[in-house]
């Protein structure tokens, strides 16, 4: 494999081009690094995001997948277990707990929207806005099973009270 990555990029973005030679026999992975730096959580975010990718360069793919895998293995100690009840409910439990946990975090500066990160087709009205009842049912699940997210949740409200 052959890389050509742009000398500077903190001048006109970061560009990278790769070529392989290979053919259709030959199995290729490619691991890609990426970071969304919002303006409220940086003066400069798009010079943080690149920072961030260069740190996530230097960890590698392999330390950073397996410290993923790690953190979410201790986080999915505390998610709920349902007894009794038919494993399509343990299904849809679990599928709330991850969305849930992947929508909020400790060093968010904003707090979730209605479905979190994702969107449910014909609420089109909403467009992220977060309004008061999603601390009434996102708090108190991340409370317990994560508590700094929780914080930031707060945080962020109050932040806003006057709003």
């Not at 230097?58 to 997948?65: A, M, S, T, V």
Request: hydrophobic share 40%; net charge negative; proline share 6%.
């Amino acid at each position: 494999a052959k890389c050509a990555a742009a000398p500077d990029a903190f001048d006109g973005g970061w560009a990278t081009e790769w070529q392989l030679g290979a053919d259709a026999s030959t199995r290729c992975a490619l691991h890609h690094f990426a970071a969304l730096v919002p303006s409220v959580a940086h003066r400069e975010p798009d010079r943080q995001a690149v920072r961030l990718c260069y740190l996530m360069a230097e960890r590698g793919w392999e330390q950073l997948r397996d410290e993923n895998r790690a953190q979410w293995a201790e986080l999915w100690q505390g998610r709920p277990l349902l007894h009794g009840a038919q494993s399509k409910w343990q299904r849809i439990a679990d599928a709330c707990f991850f969305y849930l946990h992947s929508s909020a975090h400790r060093s968010s500066p904003c707090s979730t929207g209605l479905f979190g990160v994702g969107q449910w087709p014909g609420y089109h009205c909403f467009h992220g806005h977060v309004f008061w009842d999603i601390e009434t049912f996102v708090f108190p699940p991340l409370l317990l099973t994560a508590p700094e997210s929780a914080r930031a949740l707060l945080d962020y409200r109050f932040r806003h009270c006057d709003a």
